[in-house]
């Protein structure tokens, strides 16, 4: 599996005062713990009620070597464009059928314990 890596490319303008400089190097300079991170235009959030849980996520992808039925990959293949995207969709929907079965397994051995 090949790591992805970003390298973050600090860009500061050209036209930067020297007191700003100064300023910014002196932060820079502070260990984590000591910076003020408090700003009274940007309140903290507490009500996280209308915010939507795994929005932007999107699962690592690895590259295997499967062997699926012919007829399987004839009537996926069938559908059109997008085969194997629809395979993936319908192996997590197995995958996560399972999982709740597990889960309801277990539930009633411990209510029955």
Request: charged letters at 30%; a positive charge; glycine letters at 4%.
């Amino acid at each position: 599996m090949k790591k992805v890596t970003f390298k973050a490319s600090a860009k500061v303008p050209e036209a930067v005062s020297d007191d700003l400089m100064a300023a910014l190097q002196a932060v820079a300079a502070m260990p984590d713990d000591a910076i003020d991170t408090s700003d009274p235009d940007a309140p903290e959030v507490l009500d996280w009620s209308g915010s939507t849980r795994g929005r932007f996520y999107r699962p690592v992808k690895i590259q295997k070597t499967l062997r699926i039925d012919a007829d399987v990959v004839a009537f996926y293949e069938a559908q059109g464009p997008g085969y194997l995207t629809r395979m993936n969709r319908d192996l997590r929907a197995a995958m996560l059928r399972g999982l709740r079965r597990q889960r309801t397994v277990h539930a009633k051995k411990v209510e029955s314990a």
